[in-house]
């Protein structure tokens, strides 16, 4: 398996100064984006079958355990804030619960049974998607979770770091991304799940845009929620209309900061 492979070019790790590990770190990642072009069409097609599956109402599951269920989580946490969706359209499902986004529970992967009670209390089906992440692609509980839901009906994605695993092979989809060995190895929280967050921001993101979340390239339906959001939203108003800053803003307090509908009472003002 590449990703409890030794890496031959760290194998002075511990000899190296904080610099020599930095620098030799800066060159692996290069590793990552060549395993990201080698897998943009398959990521495409996940692009598209999630659109397809947001639009007709489904939901999106990730699935994953230890460091990829919390890059599941973060992507997922971060859908609703971004693009305006309802909180229950990208949901992560990680083994060992909440709990697991805070602390390693690493014997909860080998948990089979769970992954499928938690797909069969939501209702999962054909309208929905599910994609499992795993650097081993041997994970017990994301294996479990795209089983079931193939028979449940749901488009599945198995995003693995290794060739030719049952996860690759399992899902409807496979996306292969070889970073292979670690610099320190097995520790797939590195270049491993780097590149699993980078899949996953294309993915939700790609999707997003193919359902109109975005103008030009804007958060139009960004939740204003801080400061810094609602000024985001007064900065986008100006962009997307010819109001100066202050009337942007006035706009949008009296449309409890929604950019889409300041804009069109900005251009009924304008007209």
Request: charged share 25%; glycine share 8%; with cysteine.
């Amino acid at each position: 398996m590449a990703t409890e492979s030794r890496n031959p070019r760290s194998y002075g790790l511990d000899k190296m100064n904080a610099r020599e590990i930095v620098r030799l770190m800066d060159e692996e990642e290069h590793v990552v984006f060549r395993a990201m072009q080698n897998a943009q069409p398959q990521i495409a097609e996940a692009i598209e079958k999630v659109a397809q599956c947001y639009r007709k109402g489904g939901r999106i599951f990730y699935v994953g355990s230890g460091t990829s269920g919390r890059i599941a989580s973060a992507d997922a946490a971060e859908m609703p804030p971004t693009f305006g969706i309802e909180p229950d359209r990208f949901i992560a499902i990680v083994s060992g619960g909440s709990a697991a986004t805070d602390k390693a529970v690493e014997d909860a992967e080998d948990d089979a049974t769970a992954p499928i009670q938690i797909l069969n209390l939501m209702g999962a089906g054909k309208d929905d998607a599910v994609i499992g992440l795993a650097a081993s692609g041997s994970t017990a509980f994301v294996l479990s979770a795209i089983k079931h839901a193939r028979q449940k009906g749901s488009w599945t994605c198995g995003i693995s770091n290794n060739k030719k695993t049952p996860l690759l092979e399992l899902a409807d989809l496979g996306i292969l991304l070889d970073t292979g060995p670690e610099i320190l190895t097995g520790s797939t929280r590195l270049k491993a799940g780097t590149s699993q967050k980078l899949t996953l921001n294309r993915i939700s993101t790609g999707a997003m845009v193919l359902n109109g979340k975005v103008i030009e390239n804007l958060m139009v339906d960004v939740k204003a929620n801080n400061i810094k959001l609602r000024d985001r939203c007064v900065r986008i108003v100006c962009e997307l209309s010819n109001a100066t800053a202050d009337e942007a803003r006035a706009q949008l307090e009296q449309c409890d900061f929604n950019i889409r509908t300041a804009i069109e009472e900005l251009r009924k003002i304008q007209v």
